[in-house]
């Protein structure tokens, strides 16, 4: 059974910075796109920063670019988004989703994941 579990988030003061990690088990794909996904009260859903596990290609929102940068460690099966610079925007629950096979070895939102983490919040106050 895959399992995505979330970690890091938490409450910071705007300039902050803080590091959401993403653990994958039971996992099968060998090469997939994985990332981090957030969604803020009333908003829709909104990919922040994904990386293809093969190729290393990132894809970054534009709201984040320049802010964020998402890694992986394959040796623990784990990807990591870091937050600077963060500001009363970027409040919202992140999800880690992992399991989209693309062609190309690039990723963007709108692929089809096949799995999901049950979140972590992300509190940014001014």
């Known amino acids: 059974q895959v399992q995505l579990l979330e970690s890091g988030g938490g409450s910071v003061q705007a300039g902050g910075s803080l590091r959401l990690s993403c653990v994958a088990s039971?996992?099968?794909?060998?090469?997939?796109?994985r990332g981090w996904f957030r969604q803020a009260p009333g908003k829709e859903r909104e990919g922040v920063a994904l990386?293809?596990?093969?190729?290393?290609?990132?894809y970054y929102a534009d709201s984040v670019k320049g802010r964020f940068t998402i890694s992986q460690d394959h040796a623990k099966n784990t990807v990591y988004l870091q937050m600077n610079s963060l500001k009363p925007e970027d409040t919202a629950m992140y999800y880690c989703a992992g399991g989209a096979r693309v062609s190309g070895g690039y990723c963007f939102p709108e692929v089809w994941f096949g799995a999901w983490g049950q979140g972590t919040q992300v509190t940014v106050s001014s």
């Open positions: 039971g996992y099968t794909y060998s090469s997939d796109c």
């Open positions: 990386i293809h596990t093969n190729s290393g290609n990132t």
